[in-house]
């Protein structure tokens, strides 16, 4: 798909990390863009600039994403790029044991459902309704294509650390619909595929300790460094004009192996 000012797309967590720089990039492709995010400020900030379109949505709520989609269609039309990068993320272990009372606990089952409906769920509604969307365009020349969407997992779906059972197993249910999906939507010309990144300058590893990250960074293989939202942003225009490439899994780590912890 040629990027050009006659696309629309539609980017999820799109106010910071991976999601903004991501917005930027299209946007500098001449991409129409619409934002969802839950910082309406920064949102409504980045959308102003990148000449756009913002929309409150919690991606776990259906009514907020059918408002969503339905304010940013009004406003740039239907998108044919759809990238889900809106995520959460936390730590508990499948079961534990206090270190100074030696009481045991059972991993939360509400906190599991709160990870797998932000990631896992959130991730789906927003693909399932905006190839509903594409499905109603032409398809473009040469080869009848109608959309593409890219989805946003994380190297924990094949390396979960500990304390990421619930995290690792919604960023693997994202892995895995890469390909069911391109193939429920093949014969509508919509490609769907996954990045799965490993360490980037991103707001959560922002927030850690030095220490910490250099800790991580022993991790990377060649570059030594951190990602930064520019190179996976880069990563998503690629996949966009490839349109040979389809139900693919892309790990985005520098080969990276996460550690047990």
Do not use: W
């Not at 910071?16 to 492709?29: D, F, H, I, K, V």
């Not at 790990?251 to 912890?261: K, N, T």
Request: glycine share 12%.
């Amino acid at each position: 798909m040629k990027l050009s000012s006659d696309i629309s797309a539609i980017i999820t967590g799109g106010a910071s990390g991976l999601g903004e720089g991501t917005a930027r990039a299209l946007a500098a492709r001449g991409v129409k863009i619409g934002i969802f995010d839950m910082n309406a400020e920064r949102g409504e900030m980045i959308a102003k600039e990148l000449g756009g379109a913002f929309a409150l949505v919690d991606v776990s709520d259906e009514v907020s994403v059918d408002a969503g989609f339905a304010k940013i269609r009004a406003a740039n039309g239907q998108e044919r790029v759809m990238v889900n990068c809106a995520g959460v993320a936390g730590g508990m272990k499948t079961a534990s044991r206090d270190r100074k009372t030696g009481d045991i606990r059972a991993h939360s089952t509400e906190f599991f459902a709160k990870i797998i409906n932000v990631n896992l769920i959130g991730t789906f509604m927003c693909v399932a309704k905006s190839a509903a969307g594409m499905m109603s365009l032409d398809g473009t020349e040469p080869d009848g294509e109608r959309g593409v969407i890219i989805n946003t997992a994380s190297v924990a779906a094949q390396d979960g650390q500990i304390g990421q059972v619930a995290y690792a197993a919604s960023k693997g249910g994202i892995l895995s619909m890469a390909l069911p999906v391109a193939r429920d939507l093949a014969r509508e010309g919509i490609r769907c595929n996954t990045i799965l990144p490993g360490f980037f300058e991103t707001p959560i590893y922002e927030q850690m300790k030095p220490e910490v990250k250099e800790a991580l960074r022993a991790y990377v293989q060649f570059p030594a460094r951190f990602g930064t939202t520019k190179e996976y942003a880069n990563l998503v225009t690629t996949l966009c004009e490839q349109v040979y490439i389809n139900a693919e899994f892309i790990r985005a780590d520098a080969g990276a192996r996460m550690p047990p912890r």
